[in-house]
């Protein structure tokens, strides 16, 4: 005890050296189950094609009724753990990204630390809707920095399906269930790539625009309204990033977007002047899992050869609060 003691008074004031955060892997999990747009065409009274040229989805993914959050989230932590070659007895954060979380309480993290035998970690969920994932990101980066954690998992996890108004033909063809995680760490050099400036913002008088009430326990929302501010928001945040970063448009290598909406996707990327070759959308047969759909996103990039180590990548959401923000990163991950 008095040796410990000693240790920390001759470190006492002692400066942290600022350290550079990475991603280290991404890696994904889905439900087996799909909801095609034929078969919602069908229970909605519409046409495919009505569905599809307002979403640009086909298929999405659907938990069934007794598959649990907390398992899907674990199973993409390990998969993620495995790629980055991390014990789990090594992590200092798991950090849950969701809006869906099994129970009330207790929160996804603590249940997923616990599946993944991540003895020496905190564990706590973050809420921010759709921007859950990037502002996790921003909380792991800053204690990746800071020296107070060495690793942190980070899961963006949602079944946003078992809060979806299937009598809602305008919002129903959008949601999808799913689950993505990456390890983020120190980093030991520069070929190990960088988490960079990560902006965020809210705007809670908005706060009606995207809605679930605890009496219903259904998603409401005001397309046209959430169409506008979530390509001006996603924009803004864009610009205000990359300029933080010191990074001009041209310089980076990959968009990747939250998956909201493929119109969404497609009218931000016009709104910014990016080539569309450098935009992911994977929108497609993924659906929108809220969350999930940026380590989803990332991780499709990286299976298509358009996610290198060394890409310059600007990430960037928008979700219910409202919640939105951009960050800018040089990938790191294996």
Known sequence: MLDELSVFETNRGAPVPRR????????????????????????????????????????????????????????????????????????????????????????T??????????VNAGAFDVGAACTGFLTGMSLAAAQIETGRASHVLLVGADFVTRITDYTDRKTAPLFADGAGAVVIAAARDQADGAIGPIVLGADGAQGETIVAQHSDRLLSMDGPEVFRHAVTRMHEATLAALQQADVALEEIDLFVFHQANARITKALAERIGADPARVVDCIERLGNSSAATLPLALAAAQADGRLKPGATVLIGAFGAGFTFGAGVLTWGGQ
């Open 20 to 107: 550079t955060a990475t991603v280290l892997s991404v890696a994904t999990e889905l439900p087996v189950g799909r909801l095609t747009t034929a078969d919602l065409a069908e229970r909605l009274g519409v046409t495919e094609e009505w569905i599809y040229s307002r979403t640009g989805i086909s298929e999405r993914p659907q938990a069934a009724d007794d598959e649990r959050l907390s398992d899907l989230a674990a199973q993409a932590g390990r998969k993620a753990l495995a790629a980055a070659g991390v014990d789990a007895s090594q992590l200092d954060l798991v950090i849950v990204a969701t809006i869906t979380a099994d129970e009330v309480t207790p929160n």
């Open 109 to 118: 993290a603590p249940l997923v630390a616990h599946e993944l035998g991540a």
